[in-house]
Protein backbone atom coordinates (compact mmCIF):
# COMPACT_ATOMS: atom_id res chain seq x y z
CA UNK A 1 0.00 0.00 0.00
CA UNK A 2 1.24 3.57 -1.10
CA UNK A 3 1.93 5.67 2.18
CA UNK A 4 2.91 9.29 3.11
CA UNK A 5 5.93 9.50 4.27
CA UNK A 6 5.58 12.80 6.11
CA UNK A 7 4.09 16.43 5.35
CA UNK A 8 7.07 18.32 3.54
CA UNK A 9 5.64 21.78 3.68
CA UNK A 10 3.49 23.94 6.05
CA UNK A 11 2.33 27.27 4.87
CA UNK A 12 1.27 29.87 7.30
CA UNK A 13 -0.26 33.26 6.68
CA UNK A 14 1.11 36.24 8.55
CA UNK A 15 0.22 39.88 9.31
CA UNK A 16 3.57 41.04 9.32
CA UNK A 17 5.72 38.40 7.36
CA UNK A 18 8.84 40.11 8.89
CA UNK A 19 7.99 40.19 12.49
CA UNK A 20 7.07 36.26 12.19
CA UNK A 21 9.97 35.27 10.50
CA UNK A 22 11.91 36.54 12.80
CA UNK A 23 10.28 34.75 15.52
CA UNK A 24 10.48 31.61 13.82
CA UNK A 25 14.26 31.64 12.78
CA UNK A 26 15.19 32.58 16.53
CA UNK A 27 12.77 30.09 18.06
CA UNK A 28 14.25 27.05 15.38
CA UNK A 29 17.53 28.74 15.35
CA UNK A 30 17.76 28.56 11.90
CA UNK A 31 18.62 31.21 8.69
CA UNK A 32 15.87 31.46 6.43
CA UNK A 33 16.36 29.33 2.81
CA UNK A 34 14.45 31.87 0.87
CA UNK A 35 13.57 35.29 1.99
CA UNK A 36 11.43 37.68 -0.08
CA UNK A 37 8.65 40.15 0.78
CA UNK A 38 6.20 37.91 -0.15
CA UNK A 39 7.46 34.66 1.26
CA UNK A 40 9.94 33.12 3.91
CA UNK A 41 11.26 29.37 3.92
CA UNK A 42 12.82 28.03 6.72
CA UNK A 43 13.98 24.70 7.43
CA UNK A 44 12.11 22.97 10.03
CA UNK A 45 14.24 19.62 10.59
CA UNK A 46 13.93 16.25 9.21
CA UNK A 47 13.00 17.59 5.74
CA UNK A 48 10.40 19.81 6.16
CA UNK A 49 9.86 23.14 5.06
CA UNK A 50 8.08 26.35 6.96
CA UNK A 51 6.52 28.61 4.69
CA UNK A 52 5.68 31.83 5.75
CA UNK A 53 3.57 34.22 3.54
CA UNK A 54 2.51 37.42 3.64
CA UNK A 55 -1.90 37.97 4.11
CA UNK A 56 -2.41 38.26 0.91
CA UNK A 57 0.07 37.49 -1.09
CA UNK A 58 -0.35 33.71 -1.51
CA UNK A 59 -2.42 33.96 -4.65
CA UNK A 60 -1.42 31.98 -8.27
CA UNK A 61 2.46 32.07 -8.82
CA UNK A 62 3.32 31.62 -12.43
CA UNK A 63 7.40 29.78 -12.62
CA UNK A 64 9.10 28.84 -15.84
CA UNK A 65 7.88 25.29 -14.64
CA UNK A 66 4.03 26.18 -13.97
CA UNK A 67 1.82 27.45 -12.36
CA UNK A 68 1.76 27.32 -8.40
CA UNK A 69 -2.52 27.57 -6.84
CA UNK A 70 -2.57 30.17 -4.82
CA UNK A 71 -3.27 29.29 -1.01
CA UNK A 72 -4.46 31.69 1.54
CA UNK A 73 -4.95 29.86 5.00
CA UNK A 74 -6.90 32.74 6.57
CA UNK A 75 -6.97 33.03 10.34
CA UNK A 76 -5.25 31.81 13.41
CA UNK A 77 -4.23 28.05 13.39
CA UNK A 78 -1.77 25.50 15.16
CA UNK A 79 1.48 23.71 14.29
CA UNK A 80 3.73 21.14 16.07
CA UNK A 81 7.65 20.40 16.42
CA UNK A 82 8.50 17.25 17.43
CA UNK A 83 11.16 17.11 19.43
CA UNK A 84 13.27 14.39 21.27
CA UNK A 85 12.19 13.65 25.01
CA UNK A 86 15.49 14.05 26.40
CA UNK A 87 15.25 17.68 24.74
CA UNK A 88 11.93 19.08 26.67
CA UNK A 89 13.45 21.04 29.14
CA UNK A 90 16.18 23.20 27.19
CA UNK A 91 13.00 24.05 24.80
CA UNK A 92 11.02 25.18 27.91
CA UNK A 93 14.42 27.09 28.73
CA UNK A 94 14.58 28.38 25.22
CA UNK A 95 11.10 29.26 25.20
CA UNK A 96 12.14 31.79 28.29
CA UNK A 97 14.87 32.88 27.21
CA UNK A 98 13.40 34.60 23.78
CA UNK A 99 10.79 35.53 26.37
CA UNK A 100 7.69 33.42 25.08
CA UNK A 101 5.08 32.65 27.49
CA UNK A 102 3.72 29.18 27.69
CA UNK A 103 0.66 29.07 27.23
CA UNK A 104 -0.35 25.15 28.55
CA UNK A 105 1.92 22.10 28.97
CA UNK A 106 -0.12 18.71 28.97
CA UNK A 107 0.84 15.29 29.66
CA UNK A 108 -0.74 12.76 27.24
CA UNK A 109 -1.70 9.40 28.30
CA UNK A 110 0.62 7.57 26.10
CA UNK A 111 3.27 9.79 27.90
CA UNK A 112 3.84 12.79 25.46
CA UNK A 113 4.53 16.04 27.11
CA UNK A 114 3.21 19.21 25.15
CA UNK A 115 4.16 22.41 25.60
CA UNK A 116 2.17 25.52 24.00
CA UNK A 117 2.97 28.99 23.55
CA UNK A 118 1.40 31.20 20.70
CA UNK A 119 3.54 32.97 17.55
CA UNK A 120 2.88 36.10 16.78
CA UNK A 121 0.06 36.00 14.44
CA UNK A 122 -1.74 34.25 17.44
CA UNK A 123 -1.33 30.45 15.70
CA UNK A 124 -1.01 27.72 18.67
CA UNK A 125 2.38 26.87 18.83
CA UNK A 126 3.22 23.17 20.18
CA UNK A 127 6.70 21.50 21.11
CA UNK A 128 5.60 17.90 21.47
CA UNK A 129 7.64 14.35 22.59
CA UNK A 130 7.03 11.22 21.34
CA UNK A 131 3.88 9.56 22.91
CA UNK A 132 1.29 11.86 22.19
CA UNK A 133 -0.24 9.55 18.90
CA UNK A 134 0.16 6.20 18.12
CA UNK A 135 2.16 6.96 15.33
CA UNK A 136 4.76 9.48 17.07
Request: aromatic share 8%; proline share 6%; with cysteine.
Amino acid sequence: MMRVRRILETALDCDDLPRTAAFYTSLLDVAPMLDSERLVAIDAGEGTVLLLFQRGAAGDLETPGGIIPGHDSGGPGHLAFAIDRQALADWESRLGTLGIAIESRVTWERGGVSLYFRDPDNRSVEIVTPGIWPCY
